[in-house]
């Protein structure tokens, strides 16, 4: 059963910076790779990232936590501003369709 989660920043476009864009869908697109998960669409927009994988919920949830993680340590080690995503009231860091 097929797994949608999104990962949306809470202030700002951060993903209109080509930079960071192909930064975040590129450490995706590894993450996949690296677990053996198979990714059935990425889409991107200014905001946010939604993936679907071939997996269950759980999987996905554990996947858009380690993109967080990722991308938040990159972004603040690059640009020395973050987090990327911001920090989220707890009980309220993912959303899934």
Same mark, same amino acid.
């Given at each position: 059963?097929?797994?949608? *989660?999104? #990962?949306? !920043? &809470?202030?700002?476009? @951060?993903?209109?910076?080509?930079? %960071?864009?192909?930064?975040?869908?590129?450490?995706?697109?590894?993450?996949?790779?690296?677990?053996? *998960?198979? #990714?059935? !669409? &990425?889409?991107?927009? @200014?905001?946010?990232?939604?993936? %679907?994988?071939?997996?269950?919920?759980?999987?996905?949830?554990?996947?858009?936590?380690?993109?967080?993680?990722?991308?938040?340590?990159?972004?603040?080690?690059?640009?020395?501003?973050?987090?990327?995503?911001?920090?989220?009231?707890?009980?309220?860091?993912?959303?899934?369709?």
């Amino acid at each position: 059963m097929p797994a949608t *989660v999104r #990962l949306s !920043a &809470l202030h700002g476009t @951060p993903l209109d910076d080509h930079t %960071t864009r192909r930064t975040v869908e590129s450490t995706a697109r590894a993450i996949a790779e690296r677990e053996g *998960v198979e #990714l059935l !669409a &990425l889409e991107l927009s @200014p905001a946010s990232i939604t993936i %679907t994988l071939e997996a269950e919920r759980i999987v996905g949830v554990g996947f858009v936590a380690e993109l967080r993680r990722i991308t938040n340590k990159w972004y603040e080690d690059k640009y020395r501003d973050g987090p990327l995503w911001g920090t989220p009231a707890p009980g309220t860091e993912f959303q899934f369709d």
